[in-house]
């Protein structure tokens, strides 16, 4: 994932398309629509997405990509992702409901990365056990929020985390234990690895289903109230962090402060409803969002001093993903996106 895509891939993808199915390692999408794949709805197209049929695809698929040094890129509900508009050339690995088991050992909790985060936290309350219920109202796959170790009320998955299993590059598995993940808040270790999360070992609590229920009724309806809910986007778009905070307040208090609500590119808009949040009424592209970004934050640094770090990923032509501040910070991505004329292969 790391070596830049040799050109000759784009050739062999068929190729590709073709042993992957005669190996029966999941389902192989050709030239795929990538507004399919993030919530944002925007996006080129990609050259191949394949959803491995089971952990053990997985470690097969990548092994299989290790050997032919074919570079790859991993993608769950898309939720935190957007992909560029040229499309992304190497292939993705789409891990969705397929990886979709959870195994209950009395308070140990064994679920698989293709999980859909809210059926997770209503079953463990139904089960009577405690500890996730912050998660209930996030639109995405396990896998994905052990990644980004995602959660709400300032809370991390990653605190109820013993242990996590991914397939390492070669396709080995490994099972790297809490203190080896470096979760941090909306981070973790794991995002440097370039691994596939294919599970996580919860530790939860026994609690009481009644008062659960009534826990993640108040979150989902303060959610309700506070989030656009009609429109494409990705959640907030910028992490909140602890000197903006204490100065000014959570990301959206600064970026109304400076008068960046509502504000617009194409069809990107910073949320009226909630400004950390940028929402597409339609036809935005990824460029767009990235200018979007770029103008919000560049408007709350000149505003308050506060260079704010995004939660959003955006993933490149070579499959390349990094949170949004980080591409934008980077003096050679910004001289070539300057130079390239913008290349929508979609619409
Ligand atoms: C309306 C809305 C509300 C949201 N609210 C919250 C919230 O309250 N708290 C919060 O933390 N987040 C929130 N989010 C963001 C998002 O839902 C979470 O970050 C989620 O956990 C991402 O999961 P995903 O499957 O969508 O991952 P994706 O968006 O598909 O991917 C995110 C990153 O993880 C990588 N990835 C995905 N799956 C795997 C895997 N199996 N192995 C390795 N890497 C993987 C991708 O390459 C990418 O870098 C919200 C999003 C929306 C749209």
């Known amino acids: 994932m790391t070596a830049p895509p040799s050109p000759r891939l784009i050739d062999d993808v068929a190729l590709i398309a073709a042993d992957i199915r005669r190996r029966a390692l999941g389902e192989v999408r050709l030239d795929a629509d990538l507004r399919d794949y993030s ?6 197209r990609a050259a191949l997405v394949v959803a491995p049929r089971d952990k053990r695809s ?14 790859w890129a991993v993608v769950g509900e898309g939720s935190n992702l957007f992909f560029d508009d040229a499309g992304v050339q190497v292939p993705l690995v789409h891990v969705g409901p397929q990886l979709g088991a959870v195994r209950v050992d009395g308070t140990l909790v ?6 859909w985060v809210p059926g997770l936290a209503l079953k463990m309350m139904r089960g009577g056990l405690g500890g996730i219920e912050h998660i209930v109202g996030i639109p995405g796959t396990f896998g994905g929020l052990v990644l980004m170790n995602g959660g709400s009320l300032r809370r991390g998955v990653g605190e109820n985390i013993v242990e996590v299993e991914v397939a390492e590059q070669d396709g080995s598995v490994r099972r790297p234990r809490h203190s080896e993940c470096g979760f941090a808040y909306r981070r973790s270790a794991l995002q440097q690895r370039n691994c596939i ?6 530790q939860l609590t026994p609690g009481n289903c ?8 108040e979150i989902m309806a303060s959610r309700r109230r506070r989030f656009p809910r009609d429109l494409p986007n990705c959640g907030s778009v910028f992490v909140s962090d602890p000197a903006l905070y204490a100065s000014i307040g959570p990301p959206g208090a600064a970026i109304e402060l400076a008068k960046q609500k509502g504000a617009r590119e194409g069809d990107a808009m910073v949320s009226p409803k909630h400004a950390n949040f940028i929402v597409n009424l339609g036809n935005a592209c990824s460029a767009d969002i990235i200018t979007l970004i770029r103008r919000v934050r560049e ?9 704010m770090r995004c939660e959003v990923r955006f993933m490149n ?13 980077d003096p050679a991505w910004r001289e070539q996106r300057s130079d390239e004329p913008r290349r929508v292969l979609n619409g």
């Open 39 to 44: 919530r944002w709805r925007c996006g080129g």
């Open 58 to 71: 997985v470690s097969r698929l990548l092994a299989y990509f290790r050997q032919r040094s074919i570079p």
């Open 110 to 115: 064994r679920v698989d990365a293709g999980v």
């Open 197 to 202: 999360v294919l599970g996580a070992t919860l």
């Open 210 to 217: 009644a008062a659960m229920r009534r826990h993640m009724l």
């Open 299 to 307: 408007a709350v640094a000149v505003r308050s001093g506060h260079h």
């Open 317 to 329: 032509f070579a499959g390349e993903v990094r949170e949004v501040h980080e591409w934008l910070e």
